[in-house]
């Protein structure tokens, strides 16, 4: 770490949302502060270069995993990470399989999700006024299509360039947590047809929609959920467990989506266009 104070000039195109075993080993990483009209984000922000793009981390539950995912201030953390320069997202995070087939180990690149959370601030256009005065207006943005789909195929070929064949496709339902799901539950999540079951995704792809940021899901299974399973349901220490085994692996795989994604100028996607036709009211940062 060579600094820690205010955003001042440091810069980033990339952002990857996840724990600090993505860029602890990383050689200069620059420690920055960013403060929000939302609040503070889960915690700083880690900058540094991977495939000579310069990318910001953020520990989605903050150093030493202290925030669980329905205190995480997601709105704050999508708006700081824009505020460096992000444009792109990537949002590695574990979850657990609602098929057999996805077994622990599997990595998956949802293309859909349903919200099942219960106390998320989800937008960023709800009326409020800033603390600057400006108000934002009330918008309506699409979300038909959640995750950016350069990204998704970034994502895919950067697994299969390392021998991790991944699941392209597959809606990942996102409960309030921290419990795991009941064996009913689960069972209904996987009789919808869904795919995988997590705590965090929404509404982080939501609000990256919201400000115009590319986001990209990535998810890795870490448990078979209650009810695709006989044995006595998910535990925490499992989690960790199968996390920590495929770690490596899945760092290797998102540096190499860093270095396969557009530069910020030649982003040709939906997530640019986003807001054709709205007024915001606020600036975006
Ligand atoms: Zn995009």
Known sequence: MSETGESGGARAEIGVIGGSGFYSFLDDVTEITVETPYGPPSDSLFLGEVAGRRVAFLPRHGRGHHLPPHRINYRANLWALRSVG??????PCAVGGLRPEYGPGTLLVPDQLVDRTKSRTQTYFDGEP?????????VHLAFADPYCPTGRAAALAAARGRDW????G????VIEGPRFSTRAESRWHAAQG????????HPEAALARELGLCYT???????LD??????????????????????????GVLFDVVGGLPAT???DCLCVRVHDGWELGIKLP
């Open 226 to 251: 209650a009810g695709a399973e006989t044995g006595d349901g998910v535990t925490h220490e499992e989690v960790l467990r199968v996390f920590a085994a495929n770690v490596e692996r899945l760092r």
């Open 165 to 168: 064949e991944p699941v392209d």
């Open 170 to 173: 597959g809606t990942m339902v």
């Open 265 to 267: 100028a030649d982003r």
């Open 217 to 223: 899901s990535m998810a890795l299974v870490t448990d």
């Open 86 to 91: 992000v444009r792109q997202v990537l949002g």
């Open 130 to 138: 800033l603390p600057d005065g400006t108000v934002p207006e009330v």
């Open 194 to 201: 869904w795919s995988v079951v997590g705590m965090t995704g």
